[in-house]
């Protein structure tokens, strides 16, 4: 079965700092790997995913991913954060059939002026 | 195109009355997914359609959850009765292929509260 880890449940940075959010999968097959970002009383929406092309894979807002086998690992960067990416983030991982889809239990990133 | 579209947006109902959430998913998407996000919590799958057929049904509380999806198109979520710890944000998601590389596009969620 599938599984993702969300390291951390708070992160806080200052404005202008780097953001990095981190996920590692647990999967017997290199699964497809999504980062989703939810704000207040919203749905989540599609940051990037990864499904075997480069293992940089960039999204909307600045952010990007590296997708990491060798560490199970899908971590969530953005090199400056803005006040507008105070939001929930989620990593989510998907099997070749699609027939599961698991989420983490989220992350909640705090930008302090 | 136009989103995922749910209805309500907030509900508030007493334990053991009933409710259904309505989801309307992007046009053409075969694969329609019902999540329950507790607060604090990420989503948790509670049924999985392909087109009109169940995929995917195992977290689905069935004494007291019922989902169905009669045309393929759009879909009902139901609690009957309602219980304190159905309290949640339900989310409908819809992805237009069956392979795993497809992303979930989500509505904005139905926020339960159950008094």
């Known amino acids: ?113 | 195109e136009a989103g995922v579209a749910q209805s309500p947006r907030y509900k508030i109902i007493e334990k053991r009355q009933s409710v259904a959430f309505w989801c309307n998913p992007i046009s053409g998407h075969a694969t329609l997914y019902w999540y329950q996000q507790i607060l604090g919590q990420g989503p948790k799958l509670l049924i999985q359609f392909q087109n009109n057929g169940v995929v995917d049904d195992s977290q689905l509380p069935k004494d007291r959850f019922s989902a169905e999806r009669l045309k393929g198109v759009d879909s009902t979520l139901k609690i009957q009765p309602a219980k304190l710890e159905d309290s949640a944000v339900y989310l409908c998601a819809s992805s237009s292929l069956s392979g795993g590389s497809s992303p979930l596009h989500f509505g904005n969620g139905t926020r339960l509260t159950v008094t």
Not at chain 1, 38 to 54: C, D, E, F, I, V
């Open chain 1, 1 to 113: 079965a599938q599984s993702v880890t969300q390291l951390g449940s708070h992160v806080s940075v200052s404005e202008g700092a780097l953001v990095l959010l981190r996920c590692n999968y647990s999967s017997s097959v290199p699964p497809y790997l999504f980062w989703y970002v939810q704000y207040p009383n919203q749905g989540l929406q599609l940051l990037l995913k990864y499904t075997s092309a480069a293992t940089l894979v960039k999204g909307i807002n600045g952010f990007e991913a590296e997708f990491k086998k060798s560490e199970t690992s899908f971590h969530l960067t953005k090199p400056s954060a803005h006040m507008s990416d105070a939001a929930e983030y989620f990593c989510a991982v998907s099997d070749q059939s699609g027939n599961q889809f698991y989420f983490g239990t989220g992350t909640s990133l705090t930008v302090i002026p």
